[in-house]
């Protein structure tokens, strides 16, 4: 992905490239074919900034971390825009999440899955559970995600009849008093059983 810039000096992250990378649209951009494109296919989408001499600024690592870097938080010259980039970028995180849950399942088979900070919802809850009794896996590491009550009761039903997962993190979510209960009785009498919240 190519952004043309005026500017003599890009900044270290591309998110704070003047007139891009605070603005709605480009982040929707930015969010589809860096973020969530190349981490579903697998492998990192290159970036490059070209500076007002013609040269190339390569940005070696590119991720979306954090709601506040979000499409639907960028600046828009249309206010009009603001329902479009959400429902886009809800959209968008509704597929990206369940076939993340499935390729890195598939890949733990039989051990840790780490799904931390990937936007991971309660809309993923069906893929998630399916994917973690279908490929075993024994620990799951779910923190900095937008999981809520809906969700954590969700992973509970799943916790009652799977009998592979030993070590559950769930920190940094948005789960209340009610989906944390849930959990804690899913898993109440479960020798050696981890929770993290």
Known sequence: ML?????VVLPHLPERIPGYGSRGWCRVEYFIFISLAAEMRG?????????????LKQYPQ??????DQMPSQGALSNPNDKALV??????????????????MCKAGAGGEVELYSKMIRDCHMEALCQAVNKYEVKGLF?????????GAE??????????????LSL???KIGGAGKKAVREAVEGREGFRLVF
Not at 142 to 150: E, F, I, K, Y
Not at 154 to 167: D, E, K, S
């Open 3 to 7: 952004v043309p810039t005026e500017e």
């Open 43 to 55: 492998s990192e989408a290159q970036l490059y900034g070209i500076k007002r001499d013609g040269s």
């Open 62 to 67: 590119v991720s979306v971390s954090g709601e």
């Open 86 to 103: 959400q429902d886009l970028e809800d959209t968008m995180i509704e597929a990206y999440g369940k076939v993340i849950v499935e390729i």
């Open 142 to 150: 779910l923190a900095r995600n937008q999981l809520g009550d809906a």
């Open 154 to 167: 969700a992973i509970a039903a799943m916790l009652r009849t799977n009998p592979f997962l030993t070590f």
């Open 171 to 173: 920190g940094g979510n």
